[in-house]
Structures are given as C-alpha cells and as structure tokens.
C-alpha cells in the first residue's frame, strides 16, 4: 500500500491492481491457468498451447474520445477494454486463454483503477482467461490489450471463406451502442430506462466467445462488428471474392432502437459500429444447426441474406426495394 | 495510396505502411514466417509453434516524454518499439516468431510512418520475425507492441533461478543510453561524434536475442535491464531469494563514458537504464562456455560479482570499498 499523499509507484501500481493471488473465482469454462505456465512478474509470460492447437492472437487499442467517452465508468471501461479483445477470438472460434495489458495513465488513481480492474478481471474470468503480462506508464490514457487463444490446427473460422449460395447470419442485437452514442452527442433524446439499455450496448458489449466455437464446422466465414456492419460485411465479401444481398429490415434490433425513427433505425443497424456481434456466412444446409447452437449457448441468431457469385452488396428492404444510403463504416482517421 | 490532400484512413494506413506482400528479405536466423499461419488481415492472427515448444509473450508500451524524446528520428522510434520487447524474448532465452503493432497517431502523417516501419521492418528481417497483427487509431503518439517467441518447454531463462555462488554477468556496455539523456537534459556536454555514439546507443538497443539462446542451459536466471543495472539485478534477488556482492568497477562502459567523472559513470552503469543488454547468472563451472557463447554470437559478455546467500545487495569499488548512491531504478510513476 502507498503512504498517503505518495504517488504510486509502476511496480506498486502493478502488485495491487494487476496481480492477484490465490484467488478461488471458479472460470465458466476452462480451469484457469491451464495452459499459462507462467503469468505476471518475468520478462516474458509462457503459455502451453494443447497438442495439435495454433494460438490465435488479436490487438485492439482503446483510446479515450475515439472508443469510449470520458463519462464511461471505469469497471464498464476494463470490461470493454477486454471484451473487445476476447470478440477477435469470437470471430476465429478460438478459446481464449491469455490476455497482455499495456496502460498509459495520466496519474496511478485508485478511483480509476480499483474499479477497472474489477471490470477487467470480472470479464477474465466468466471466460477462464488470466491476464499473464502488461505494462504500465504515465501517458495520456491508453489501453491496449493482445488476447491469446488456440484453435485446432486448421479449425479457425476466417473471413475468406464464404461461397455463392452461403446464408449470412449475424448474432444478437444490432445497434444499440451507436443509439447511445447518438444521445450522447446529443442527436437523439431517450428515456432514462431506455437510454441506459442502449448505454449498456455501448459499455458493456459481450464477446460471443462461446458462439465462436460452436460455430466451428458449421460457418464458411465470421467477423466481429466492430465498424458496423456494412464495413464489417465488406471485408467477408472482399477476402471470400463473393458478393451478397440482405434485407435490412431483417437486421435484429431491440426495442428500444425499433421504436425510433426509420432511418435511425437504418443507420445504426447498418454502419451503427461498437456492436462486437458475431457475422458469419453458413451452407443452407447447416441453417438448423446453427440455429441449435444460438440456442445451446443462449444467443439469438438471425438470417438477413445471402452471400452471391457477382461482386457488390445489395441491400433491401422487406418489400424488396433498394435501400440506399452513405455505407461508409466507421474509420479512426478519415471518418 | 491517397488523393493528395485527403487524409490516410485507418484500412488505407495499413495497407500502405505496415502490410507487406512479395518481400524477398532473408532474415538471418529463421525462414520468414514459418510458424506464420497468417498474419495481418483477418481478426486474429495463427501461429503454430513447433511441437515441445512453449510460447512466450511480452509487451511493452511507449510513451513520448517517457520512452522517448520529441527529437528522436522515427527510423530509430520504430527500431527500438521492437527492440525492447525483443529484448525481453532475448531474456527467456525464446526465439522469436511474429509481433503485433498497437499505435496511436495524432495524424497518419507519411513522413513519420515511412521511416518508422523502415526501421521496425528492419529489425524485423534481422531477427526473422513477421508482423502479425495490429490496430491503429488516432490519439496522442503511443506504441505498444506484444512480442511472441518460443522456448522449448520448461527451458526459458526466468529471474528465480539465481543461486548462492553463481557468477553475475552482464552483456555488451551500459550506461551510454543515460549519458545521452544527460547531454539532451543539457547535464552533459559531449563532442558531436561522442554524443552521436551515446545517442545511439539510446535509440538504436541492440536486442541481445542470439545471446539469449546461446545462454539456454548455461545461465541459471536472466534478465532485460531496462531500468537500470541496480533496480531490474533487484527483480533477480527477489524472485532467487538471494543477496548478491557487485563491483561497480568492473561494469562494462564505453570509452566516451570512461572519460567522464567517476560519480556520473556510477549513476550511468549502475542506475542508467534503457540498457537493453541481459544481466544473468551462472554457476561458476559454466565460465568458460559463457564466454565461448559470447564470444560465437560476437557480444561481449563481463563478470561483475556474485549471488551470495544472504539478502540484500553490496556494491563495492575495484578496491573493495563500499559504494553509497541513491540506488532507485527509474519508476515511471514515482520517478
């Protein structure tokens, strides 16, 4: 502990926040520490892969006023800060096993970090994954996050792989967190219960881990919605070679966000971004499949198109008129 | 590449600056991404280690102002973000596979991010080790990158291995790094190819990674100083339980450094930091094989005391006198 009125020291700062021990939190899904053979406190973590898995590995970056706003609480912030993160596995089918913190901080304050942290490790441990290494320093706030995973060697769910015929799909809600962030910005007005649902939308995403690796053997391809989902669905379209048509009315949204406007609704179901639900692409063939495990692992799964030969995305509506609109997704230096 | 004038989007950023596609670089120690399943482009990266192998992971983030000065050329910048994780492989004894690249960017601005990814590419091709991952977005100027190795399974050099009568070793030469911070504090005057000789040393660390591997079975505990020579041989005492006598005489400097006063070559060598070399331990009938694997990877490696029983640390001078100096390492909190 650090006597009063004294700043925190990084090694400090790391032992009371960052490292735990002894801890008896029992992980939903794997036994913790499984596969780290060695966290916090060398140079460098080890993690011990099964036979036969690769690692996945994915970075995300969080920067204040870019993903996330200076009134988010601290514990939803260590949980997005993660979630995100763990949302890349998602997208792989991978299981996650490890994650890195790097933190730049403008001050070492209790108030932000006792509750951060608490968010953070709350997340790693609903998912059974431990935080095995990181760094901390003065800086404007920052915090970057890498998540390790395995996934069976050859098993890993990419974006190039949807075919002509494929079925798209996409997990959950759509929408929500760009609803609350048009309120934020004062563009939209909500009720208190109905803003702070979407508000959770926004701070709190949950990465479809456990989806992810149902799908495996079942999906041709998978993303996660970061950009919205016109970008995202883009970059499937790209890397596969393929074209698609949906329906944008069949898009799932809450209540909230389908009692608004048409074409808010439209926007932030579209290109809302910050959604981290699964979109993937599936052989009609598996459509009752996939719906079993939704429901196997508690998460609505929705069809709203069809992946096509012919390059281009062309987007209806549920009496089949073309919707158009500006698709330009979310980009940190030109949007 | 982008209309004139129109700023560089983040999909675009990427493209032109950090995805490389057809290089015909031979990296000297291993075929270019071989455990590279795949890299940059999907949402997580694949590696596959080989059988027996454990991984190894380290991330380091840095800050301006902390890490490193307003005036350092981006070339250098983008050596040393890789360096000094590298740095941390070399300390495991680990072999390194691939890299992820977080950064924040006031602006994506060609004049900056040509000559950083030239000096972090270069790095990369010296040690065989590919970009697999990443995120970029705009913020205030901050580089964090998670390094990935390998070490064969329970063989990674760790800080608790030190024994009572072990030699203490140390690599290459320390404290120019500080002495160069001195001059640019304007602490320090030196001759322009003395403080070019400094500077470089400050900007451009060497990653002691071949060393590292040599070391494997040799040494019996390792670490990367990077905060200087007195606080990380601390982490070592600590994690061994050992104690240790050192003489501060016998630390390896440079002649530029050999010519100051004998008070600032004290507090260069023994408290400097950002060294970057590997201080480790040995047990005594490994001297000769520690020097001969210096002397196979051409790094020179110096006997400076040895791991004693009792806690705590001496420091004494060539003629055995006992050293006083305010001993704190730097601490980017407190400092």
Not at 120 to 130: K, N, Q, S, Y
Not at 242 to 261: F, K, M, N, Y
Request: charged letters at 20%; aromatic letters at 6%.
């Amino acid at each position: 502990m650090s006597a009063p009125g004294r700043p925190l020291g990084e090694f400090e700062l790391i032992e009371r926040f960052f490292k735990r021990r002894g801890r008896t939190a029992a992980p939903a899904t794997r036994p913790a520490g499984r596969a780290v053979a060695l966290g916090i406190g060398d140079d460098c973590a080890l993690l011990t892969p099964d036979a036969g898995m690769q690692l996945a590995i994915s970075t995300d970056m969080l920067v204040e006023g870019r993903h996330f706003l200076p009134t988010v609480p601290p514990r939803r912030l260590g949980h997005k800060a993660l979630a995100v993160n763990l949302s890349d596995l998602a997208a792989c089918g991978a299981e996650p096993l490890g994650f890195t913190l790097a933190l730049a901080l403008p001050r070492a304050d209790p108030a932000f970090l006792e509750p951060f942290a608490a968010g953070l490790f709350a997340l790693a441990d609903e998912h059974g994954v431990e935080l095995i290494g990181g760094d901390t320093t003065a800086g404007p706030l920052n915090i970057s996050v890498t998540v390790l995973g395995q996934v069976p060697a050859g098993g890993a769910l990419l974006r190039r792989g949807a075919r002509a015929g494929d079925d798209l799909w996409v997990s959950g809600q759509l929408g929500d967190a760009r609803l609350a962030l048009e309120v934020f910005r004062g563009n939209v007005a909500l009720g208190a219960a109905e803003f702070e649902a979407a508000r959770l939308a926004m701070e709190c995403p949950q990465p479809r881990v456990a989806l992810g690796r149902a799908l495996r053997g079942l999906a041709s391809a998978a993303i996660d919605l970061s950009d919205g989902l016109v970008g995202d669905l883009g970059h499937v379209l790209a890397a596969s070679n393929v074209g698609a048509v949906i329906d944008a009315d069949a898009l799932p949204r809450s209540a909230v966000l389908a009692a608004q406007a048409p074409a808010l609704q439209r926007q932030c179901v579209l290109a809302g971004g910050d959604d981290y639900e699964l979109l993937f692409t599936a052989p009609p063939q598996h459509r009752a499949a996939v719906e079993a495990a939704g429901r196997l692992v508690g998460v609505a799964v929705t069809r709203f198109g069809r992946i096509d030969a012919a390059a281009g995305l062309q987007v209806h509506d549920a009496g089949g008129r073309a919707v158009e609109m500006d698709w330009r997704g979310f980009d940190h230096f030109a949007a």
